[in-house]
């Protein structure tokens, strides 16, 4: 009953509470974060180091990615789903 004591504001003769959650938001470390910085075996000690090293691995994922869908084929030609004489294009009698 104490933390309700201590948050209440009277305006007027009219009490408020003003809830307490006790941790602010501000503070609170992504998990991911603190993933990255327990597994480094030390090299990474500062949220913001793990926040580029994630940002870091972000940008060579999307790259690999991006190298991946446009990759050509051993004869260096991009590969075509569907080649201009094939059956899909055919008309069905």
């Known amino acids: 009953m104490s933390n309700y004591q201590d948050n209440e504001k009277t305006v007027s003769g009219v009490g408020f509470e003003e809830p307490s959650f006790g941790v602010s938001l501000a503070a609170k470390v992504p998990r991911i974060v603190q993933w990255v ?5 030390g090299r990474i000690t ?9 940002w870091v691995f972000v ?9 991946l869908i446009t990759s050509q084929n ?20």
């Open 37 to 41: 910085k327990k597994h480094s075996r």
């Open 46 to 54: 500062t949220d913001k180091q793990a926040s580029f090293v994630l």
């Open 59 to 67: 940008v060579v994922a999307l790259l690999v990615s991006y190298l």
């Open 74 to 93: 051993s004869n260096g030609n991009a590969q075509d789903p569907y080649p201009v004489g094939s059956s899909a294009f055919q008309k069905q009698p």
